[in-house]
């Protein structure tokens, strides 16, 4: 809203060309989702506190877990809050970059915060059902494959727009069929999205990561929506790509405020509200800047959290059911020798 205000003003008075700078309103974005967190984070806080939307411990989980249980959870509200509003307040409303990446962290915090609510509110243990929260990352997913084929946010002649980078390989692209271009688009935005869900395990950690990830990605974000600095150092050029500098701002600001009320000990938890909403941002903004693969180094801790889990539970699978058999078969033994 403020570029839309103070930009067209930038030919009659100097100062407000400034608004007509990516880094300027990417600063901006910032220091505003830092300051609207440290304004309406108490105050959420204490409106969770008094619904005593409180986080649920399981009785069997390690001990020192146990103390967390009643912390506010569903704080990710305070993340959203402060990444939407900046967004917003500096960036062009009228970009599709910024509207796809908002339109994602809407879509997917709403799954979170659904998900949270059956928890903590309803009082259901298991929260939203696996299969129909996986199906509400899918939907999205599939319907982001299709928008960007049928309706390209990046121009045809600087990349197909079924194809990715490959990191470290300037001149190299991997391109998709289409319906496989889908299923990559699919992976990526429920990968990214279970992925920061997971390692939302400890105080701060997620938190933490998320503004690394989102600095990181506005850096990329800013070079690859400058035809000067494409040209020099040999990359594709994303035209209107540099305005998600604003909103990755706008998030690592959010991140950076709420983090002052989720480091040890925490004060409040952002839930899956957060941590699903996040996700779907950085799994959206990869897509976008058709940076998937170097999402995978940049948010090298998620992949490695999910990697984590899926062997755990594999391993814990297999060692049920092989010991299963072991102590069945011991067990009909046993039964054998106490009936003769």
Excluded at 195 to 202: P, R, T, Y
């Amino acid at each position: 809203m403020l570029y839309h205000l103070f930009a067209p003003m930038g030919k009659s008075h100097l100062f407000f060309n400034l608004f007509n700078y990516i880094s300027f309103r990417a600063a901006g974005a910032v220091v505003t989702a830092l300051l609207l967190a440290f304004f309406v984070g108490p105050a959420i806080i204490r409106r969770l506190r008094a619904l005593k939307v409180g986080q649920v411990v399981r009785v069997d989980f390690l001990a020192s877990h146990q103390g967390k249980r009643g912390t506010p959870t569903m704080g990710g509200l305070i993340i959203l809050l402060c990444t939407v509003v900046p967004t917003l307040l500096w960036a062009p409303l009228n970009n599709r970059f910024v509207a796809v990446a908002l339109i994602a962290t809407l879509w997917t915090g709403t799954i979170g915060f659904i998900d949270d609510y059956l928890k903590v509110v309803q009082g259901k243990s298991r929260g939203l059902v696996a299969k129909y929260k996986l199906a509400g990352q899918i939907i999205f997913g599939v319907a982001l494959g299709l928008y960007l084929i049928t309706y390209p946010v990046v121009p045809v002649s600087t990349m197909p727009a079924t194809a990715t980078s490959v990191p470290f390989f300037k001149f190299v692209v991997l391109n998709f069929a289409p319906w496989l271009y889908v299923a990559f688009v699919t992976f990526i935005v429920a990968g990214t999205s279970n992925g920061v869900n997971l390692a939302d395990g400890l105080d701060g950690l997620a938190t933490g990561l998320t503004a690394i990830a989102a600095a990181a990605f506005a850096l990329f974000a800013y070079i690859f929506g400058r035809t000067d600095a494409t040209t020099y150092l040999n990359l594709f050029y994303l035209p209107g790509a540099g305005e998600l500098a604003v909103f990755l701002g706008a998030l690592m600001g959010g991140a950076l405020g709420f983090l002052w009320f989720n480091a040890h000990p925490a004060q409040v938890f952002m839930g899956d509200t957060g941590s699903l909403g996040i996700g779907g941002a950085l799994g959206t903004v990869a897509i976008l800047l058709k940076a998937e693969f170097l999402l995978a180094i940049i948010g090298g801790v998620f992949v490695a959290e999910s990697l984590s889990v899926l062997i755990q539970t594999g391993v814990f699978r297999w060692h049920r059911r092989t010991r299963g058999r072991e102590y069945a078969e011991a067990n009909r033994a046993l039964a054998t020798l106490k009936l003769r």
